[in-house]
């Protein structure tokens, strides 16, 4: 092992230290780290062999990657915590490796990363996502429905199929007014559109049991303000539903489409649910699109935590 004195100044950067940590609460691969950082892998890596060089840190294979632990010394661990406290990252970090260890615990989310990407490219008799959208609606337990920049409503009207009443906000009056017109046609007394925006949506508190926030998130101001108005108005024990891109680099999305984020990663989304009193937080990639720019769809889920009894 380098010299305390050595193993001092690395740690002396931010990033190093971030890492050591991390690895010290949980074994995580280079991938795994570029989750919770939000880091290139170029980078870790380039800190991860500092980190090794100095026998701070190991590393074995697990399948296809090597995954890395804590070697230091509990001296020079508990340095480390002390100057840590002068890190803003460290509560994002704890977030984000909180989130992942749920991950990995969660067999059905593994099946469903497998199925991610290939879902509708191969050919299966009576297997398509309208089949399953129109399934899941009939299986939706009936209640109050927020679908939270609604848009035209064309996903309103799919929920108001099956819950008791859909509260449909948008921001745009001409998309208000299209909505509404669409809902009489369609005969859908149960669905009323409402202006507003998806940071202040006029609604009451806990008047809802599903939030939904289909495409929305990333043309928010500030999306954990979005998410901590659906808590507001979720009843106890109601669920946020979130769809919306996994982060990208396709610029012309801020212009084209209106976009104020680029997407969100995984973990971003799932801190920002937790942080706004969510629990029972999940997050999947649902969907790969082929065609440039190769756009990803993420579903994260949230609940209201229920009334003590």
Sequence with gaps: MASMLK??????????????????????????????????????????????????????RSGKHNIYACAAPLRLLELGREAAREVPELAKDGAGLRHLLRKRKDKAREYFDELAGRFGRDYVPGRSWKGLAEALLKA?????????????????????????????VDISPKMVEFGQELARKNGLANL????????????????????VFSQALHHAGHPPRALAEARRILRPGGRVLVLDLLRHRFEKARELYADRWL????????????????????????????????????????LRKPRAT
């Design 140 to 168: 939706m337990p009936a209640g109050v429905v927020a679908d939270l920049g609604a848009g035209e409503g064309t996903l309103s009207q799919l929920l108001a199929q099956r819950a008791t009443k859909v509260i449909a």
């Design 7 to 60: 193993s001092l100044k690395l740690l002396a950067d931010p990033t190093r230290l971030r890492i050591l940590l991390l690895l010290e609460a949980e074994p995580l691969s280079v991938a795994e780290l570029q989750e919770i950082l939000g880091m290139g892998q170029s980078r870790i890596s380039t800190q991860l062999s500092q980190l090794k060089v100095a026998g701070l840190v190991t590393d074995h």
């Design 192 to 211: 009323e559109f409402r202006l507003g925006d998806i940071e202040e949506p006029p609604i009451k508190d806990r008047s809802v049991d599903l939030a």
């Design 263 to 302: 997407g969100f990663g995984e973990a971003e989304l799932a801190e920002m649910l937790e942080q706004a009193g969510f629990i029972r937080i999940e997050t999947a990639v649902v969907d790969r699109e082929a065609r440039p720019p190769k756009f990803q769809t993420m579903l994260g889920t949230g």
